[in-house]
């Protein structure tokens, strides 16, 4: 059975950093893709891809480029995300995602907020 699981979200002050895991039950290698996406608190609530891991190559968000960096940890099948120089809009609920076989698994999302 799949298990997805996000864990390091929190409250930080605009500026400051967190670093999110997500541990997943598979082999990282056996991924066609792995990564963050995030969904905010606006009236039109949507996810929106933040960065990942295809067997492409890596991708990331324009808005989070020099201040977020993804990264993985094979032997323990984590993905991490390190956030930092963070800001207000920054805040959102971030989920991992994990394609495997055209299959989607997410996890049951982590919240970060930036608040002063």
């Known amino acids: 059975q799949w298990h997805v699981a996000e864990s390091g979200g929190g409250m930080v002050q605009p500026g400051g950093s967190l670093r999110l895991s997500c541990v997943v039950s598979?082999?990282?290698?056996?991924?066609?893709?792995m990564g963050w996406y995030r969904e905010g608190p606006a009236i039109e609530r949507q996810r929106e891809l933040v960065?990942?891991?295809?067997?492409?190559?890596?991708t990331q968000a324009s808005s989070v480029k020099g201040r977020f960096t993804i990264s993985r940890d094979n032997p323990k099948n984590t993905v991490y995300l390190q956030m930092n120089s963070l800001k207000f809009e920054d805040t959102a609920v971030y989920y991992c995602?994990?394609?495997?076989?055209?299959?989607?698994?997410w996890g049951q999302g982590t919240q970060v907020t930036v608040s002063s």
């Open positions: 995602k994990v394609i495997m076989g055209g299959k989607e698994y």
């Open positions: 598979e082999d990282l290698f056996s991924l066609d893709f």
């Open positions: 960065a990942g891991f295809s067997r492409s190559g890596t």
